[in-house]
């Protein structure tokens, strides 16, 4: 299965851009990337998904180099309610038993 | 749409009893999965399943049972609830096309004295 590994926590100041890097080193060639964020005592809530090169929304962008081994979820000017754990997800798996492991995720502090 | 739903919302049970764990979705998703997260820990997979009639194992599936007689309807049942079942569930929905991403309902939350 495809395992992530990512920082276990972050500082960051209020109006700063935040990068919060994602490796998957075994990432199969039908896994997408996604990023969920979650505040307590709620489940997680989608931020954003891709498969290459670059994606943007209106919350965050994700950007994906050409191995895809790793990806790099940018959340510009965070503001404190951008305060929240970040997970990166990569699946469905290279089995194909859609089996959804979600890694221990980045715990993000933003400081006023 | 409500989405997804869970009930109850908090449950404490004893160790021994059994329990139902409820979950609803009304977005004719194909896919359900079950998650449970510990204090301060990341979401664990104990259950899921790709359509009626067909589910799977996750990581951690020791001590619960789940079925899929419709597509709407997940249950997780707990067979002999024990104190390291103690935590916030999660239950998940999404459409069975890869890239689709997950819902997540909001959680219950589970004390085993």
């Known amino acids: 299965l495809a395992k992530t590994t990512q920082p276990i926590s972050m500082d960051s100041y209020e109006g700063q851009e935040v990068n919060i890097t994602c490796s998957h080193n075994?990432?199969?060639?039908?896994?997408?990337i996604t990023w969920y964020q979650q505040f307590p005592s709620q489940g997680p809530r989608f931020i954003i998904q891709?498969?290459?090169t670059k994606v943007t929304n209106e919350v965050a962008s994700l950007f994906i180099p050409a191995d895809r081994k790793s990806s790099t979820l940018s959340l510009p000017r965070v503001s404190l309610s951008d305060t929240a754990v970040y997970y990166c997800?990569?699946?469905?798996?290279?089995?194909?038993?859609?089996?959804?492991?979600f890694g221990t995720g980045t715990r993000l502090k933003v400081l006023a | 749409n409500a989405g997804v739903t869970q009930t109850p919302k908090f449950q404490v049970l004893k160790t021994g009893q059994s329990m139902t764990l409820q979950c609803a979705q009304d977005m004719n998703h194909e896919y359900m999965s079950w998650y449970r997260q510990d204090p301060g820990m990341g979401l664990r997979l104990i259950h899921y399943?790709?359509?009626?009639?067909?589910?799977d194992q996750g990581e951690v599936p020791n001590g619960y049972n789940v079925s899929r007689s419709t597509t709407e309807d997940f249950p997780l049942r707990l067979l002999s609830a024990a104190p390291s079942q103690t935590s916030v569930y999660f239950c998940?929905?999404?459409?069975?096309?890869?890239?689709?991403?997950?819902?997540f309902g909001p959680g219950t939350r589970l004390t085993v004295l």
């Open positions: 998940a929905s999404k459409r069975g096309r890869v890239g689709d991403t997950q819902y």
């Open positions: 075994n990432i199969a060639t039908n896994d997408y």
């Open positions: 399943s790709v359509g009626a009639g067909i589910t």
């Open positions: 891709g498969y290459k």
């Open positions: 997800l990569v699946g469905p798996s290279t089995s194909g038993t859609y089996k959804y492991i």
